[in-house]
């Protein structure tokens, strides 16, 4: 157990609509990573936030759009779903902030399955 | 931009034997980490191993190992003494020791274990 939770472990949803994935860092990690995995695209980069302000941007839809609250959840919004947007997303975090790099630990993941 | 490639999408081992999964990497920056992941079929994605760039050391954890030559930009994994459990898809990762935070996934190796 990494200690980084994700909810729900599965969703399924029709096309045009919107879901909303949450994720719990480990117990002083500052630093929240979003990814996604799937199978023609492999494990891409989304997002990080770090400290409740985003800190990092890849490959993720405008569609898509994140954020950290105060107690450090994240929540991974997903609108106008697309039959390409299932996949796994996972949640990873670090303790961040510093000027090195740090491990990043994942959570278990949400299946996401559009219809 | 960084790229990380596996080039075995798949290897099997009998049990208790040895194998070793291959990376190779592309970066003009000469601090980094490097990864091995392990993801089974419960779909977790698991630490495995991490080498830091600018140690000349190879990681070890246990029946895990890497062989890291920094110059061919190679890092290896090695497993001894395979176990049923090891059975999973292996990714190789890097990430930046400074700046861009994201890790950059290989497209992983799927190793099977042979009773």
């Known amino acids: 157990d990494s200690g980084v939770t994700q909810t729900p472990k599965h969703l399924i949803t029709a096309t045009g609509q919107r879901v909303t994935l949450r994720c719990s860092p480990r117990s002083g990690d500052l630093s929240v990573y979003w990814y996604q995995q799937s199978l023609d695209q492999g494990l891409q980069f989304l997002i990080q936030?770090?400290?409740?302000?985003?800190?990092a941007k890849g490959n993720i839809l405008e569609r898509f759009s994140a954020q950290q609250f105060p107690d450090l959840h994240s929540e991974l919004n997903l609108s106008s779903l697309e039959l390409g947007d299932s996949a796994l997303y996972f949640c990873a975090s670090s303790s961040g902030g510093g000027p090195y790099t740090d491990t990043q630990y994942f959570g278990p993941g949400t299946r996401l399955t559009v219809l | 931009a960084q790229t990380v490639t596996q080039s075995q999408p798949e290897m099997s081992v009998q049990e208790a034997e040895t194998v070793t999964l291959s990376c190779t990497y592309d970066t003009s920056e000469s601090d980094y980490y490097l990864f091995w992941y392990k993801q089974p079929p419960s779909r977790q994605m698991i630490l495995v191993i991490r080498?830091?760039?600018?140690?000349?050391q190879n990681a070890t954890e246990n029946r895990f190992s890497v062989n890291f030559q920094k110059a061919a930009k190679s890092f290896s994994l090695k497993i001894s003494d395979s176990q049923l459990g090891d059975a999973a898809m292996y990714f190789c990762a890097y990430i930046s020791n400074f700046g861009n935070e994201k890790l950059t996934f290989g497209t992983g190796t799927r190793l099977t274990i042979i009773p």
């Open positions: 936030y770090y400290n409740g302000e985003e800190r």
């Open positions: 080498q830091e760039a600018y140690k000349q």
